[in-house]
């Protein structure tokens, strides 16, 4: 089991920054991908990104390019979500998830653990 806490989340303007943490705990963090997802009130859980056991690779939901970086620092036991030029549609619980898998990182399915998430509120 591996249980995770998110911190980072909070009010920001439009077109501001916010950097969301992920502290992970319990089994050897490296042996997990890790990613990050959103629920907004009304829709479904969205895929953010995605990163890698490694590091080495990471993935991207199309219209959040360029925007939002995932990247993870295993001796810290920790997977960062850098977002930036947020908008008011970015506005959502965010939630980082572990999955001992390597595939289909998109799906909200292949992910076993969930943190409790933490609010993040764009401004117009």
């Known amino acids: 089991q591996v249980q995770l806490v998110e911190s980072g989340g909070g009010l920001v303007q439009a077109g501001g920054s916010l950097r969301l943490s992920c502290a992970a705990s319990?089994?050897?963090?490296?042996?997990?991908?890790m990613g990050w997802f959103r629920q907004a009130p009304g829709k479904e859980r969205e895929f953010v990104a995605a990163?890698?056991?490694?590091?080495?690779?990471?993935y991207s939901a199309d219209i959040m390019k360029g925007r939002f970086t995932i990247t993870r620092v295993n001796a810290k036991n920790t997977v960062y979500l850098q977002m930036n030029s947020l908008k008011p549609d970015d506005t959502a619980v965010y939630y980082c998830?572990?999955?001992?898998?390597?595939?289909?990182?998109?799906?909200?399915?292949?992910?076993?653990?969930w943190g409790q998430g933490t609010q993040v509120t764009v401004s117009s």
């Open positions: 998830a572990a999955a001992t898998g390597r595939t289909n990182l998109d799906n909200v399915s292949k992910y076993e653990y």
């Open positions: 319990g089994r050897t963090f490296s042996s997990y991908s």
């Open positions: 990163i890698s056991w490694r590091g080495g690779t990471t």
